[in-house]
């Protein structure tokens, strides 16, 4: 998989995990729905001005937002979530959307 699938694999989890639509998005890097969804199907590559907005829409360095590879194992993953889930503590709206995510990735 190359760098452009990658980067929009990244781009479309922590959309979704920020429960944010495309739209929604993409109005906040100013640029056309249809762009994110092409850069997110790894079609087209951000510009660097994109990705500088996505960094602030997001809340995250550059590293994070490149760092596509290093989640490899399933107890890792588990314990990171665990860490993440404790950390947000008992903020009822991000529950709610951490609820609502698990919830759609187990429908069938």
Known sequence: MGIKNELGKQIKNMRIARG???EELSEMVDISQRALSSIELGNNFATAETIDK???????TSEELFATN???????LLRMINQNITEIGDNP????????LTRSLNKK
């Not at 996505?54 to 995250?60: H, M, Q, T, V, Y």
């Not at 290093?70 to 890792?76: D, G, R």
């Open 93 to 100: 709206e991000k529950l709610e959307i951490i609820y609502n």
């Open 54 to 60: 996505l960094l602030n829409a997001f809340n995250i």
């Open 70 to 76: 290093h989640f490899k194992e399933t107890a890792v």
């Open 20 to 22: 944010y639509t495309q």
